[in-house]
């Protein structure tokens, strides 16, 4: 059974940081990608970042970057999503999701398995 566990959401100032973490066990996909998108109220789900399994290249939106940095632990089979500087506007649910041979890393549907979610509430 595939799962996706996400931890390290909470409530920060504008200008504070929070790591993400998404622990991923029960898949056997010889070369995938794991992802982050957020969903604000009332907003589409959207994509944040993303890491390969077959040579570590990293993905992000242009809202986030030089803000965010996506790394991966293969011995805990974890992703982290460090996020600093964090700005109101990112508050949302943050999910990891996971998926095969991906063409567009900022599609959600390209994604075959997802976590529940963890919020992110900034404050200004």
């Known amino acids: 059974e595939v799962q996706l566990v996400e931890s390290g959401g909470g409530l920060v100032q504008a200008g504070g940081s929070l790591r993400l973490s998404c622990a991923a066990s029960?898949?056997?996909?010889?070369?995938?990608?794991i992802g982050w998108f957020r969903q604000a109220p009332g907003k589409e789900r959207e994509g944040v970042s993303c890491i390969s399994s077959s040579d570590g290249s990293t993905y992000y939106a242009d809202s986030v970057k030089g803000r965010f940095t996506i790394s991966s632990d293969n011995a805990k089979n974890t992703v982290y999503l460090q996020m600093n500087n964090l700005k109101p506007e990112d508050t949302a649910v943050y999910y990891c999701?996971?998926?095969?041979?991906?063409?567009?890393?900022?599609?959600?549907?390209?994604?075959?398995?997802w976590g529940q979610g963890a919020q992110v509430t900034v404050s200004s």
């Open positions: 999701a996971v998926g095969a041979s991906l063409s567009s890393w900022y599609i959600s549907n390209e994604y075959d398995y």
């Open positions: 029960g898949f056997t996909f010889d070369d995938y990608a």
